[in-house]
């Protein structure tokens, strides 16, 4: 299982440089991705701008949106970016996308959540549609999501399924609707499995659970479920590893809930050791 590392692109004050020089080491050091998160309500940085910088300096590592809020973008200008930043990167991109369930983030951009769940499907066929006209390489497209739709989307038109967060079981729970969706759509060979967890190595931990107290806000008491299970030790960041890879997860990006660089250096040497 290849690991990759979230880029703090939605810790609100983060300097855009900040962002940027995780992107650097991440790219130096043990990790095979670097993942962006979408917060349109926020004052933070998007996540296409963030991986359109992030390909400027990082020569390796996989670009990955984990995921992107896809109806709140026109589907020609989600396509011409992500085309933009996969040329620009070398065919580096792995285009995470979901429905989102903020409604906030849907005010913010101006869009109306009604009818989201169509109008995502309608992108993901025109999306592959757009590429094609315009002689882009398709990047690899995965679907988020908690519903059975969701797994079905990510069978009819994208490489495989990203999954939201938590335990391996809940990994585990989810890839076997990812699979069996893949059989379903009579799909050959299997799905892109992606996965993610929450880490904070030392630092202000009353902090990073803040942080994700707000952000989880909306998901009412399941935030405090998140909140527990944060990653604040080596022993707990190497079982996730060890139980995400027994789950047959691809790859797991470790995201940040502190934006501080020292974490990743601290994560680094964990993944070393």
């Avoid at 390909?55 to 396509?79: C, F, K, N, Q, W």
């Avoid at 996308?97 to 993901?124: I, K, T």
């Amino acid at each position: 299982m290849r690991v990759g590392v979230g880029l703090p692109n939605v810790h609100p004050g983060t300097p855009r440089e900040t962002v940027l020089a995780w992107a650097r080491a991440a790219d130096a050091g043990p990790f095979s991705s670097v993942g962006v998160l979408h917060r349109a309500s926020w004052d933070v940085l998007d996540p296409l701008e963030a991986l359109a910088a992030a390909a400027g300096v990082t020569e390796r590592v996989s670009l990955v949106t984990m995921v992107a809020v896809a109806p709140i973008y026109e589907t020609d200008h989600l396509a011409k970016s992500a085309a933009e930043i996969d040329a620009a990167s070398g065919g580096r991109l792995v285009l995470g996308l979901s429905v989102g369930a903020r409604r906030e983030d849907y005010e913010a951009a101006g869009a109306d959540p009604r009818g989201r769940g169509v109008r995502f499907e309608e992108q993901l066929a025109g999306l592959l549609d757009l590429w094609e006209e315009g002689g882009h390489r398709a990047p690899p497209v995965l679907v988020g999501g908690t519903a059975d739709v969701a797994f079905a989307r990510a069978a009819r038109w994208g490489e495989g399924y990203v999954h939201g967060g938590g335990p391996p079981r809940a990994f585990a729970a989810a890839a076997l609707k990812a699979h069996a969706a893949w059989r379903d759509f009579e799909r050959p060979g299997g799905p892109q499995l992606w996965g993610q967890s929450y880490f904070a190595l030392g630092g202000d931990l009353d902090h990073a659970r803040g942080y994700l107290r707000e952000y989880y806000a909306f998901t009412g008491p399941f935030v405090e479920r998140i909140v527990d299970d944060l990653l604040t030790t080596p022993q707990q960041v190497a079982a996730r590893v060890r139980g995400y890879a027994e789950a047959g997860c691809d790859e797991l990006v470790l995201i940040p809930a502190l934006a501080d660089p020292a974490q990743l250096d601290r994560l680094s040497e964990v993944l070393a050791g």
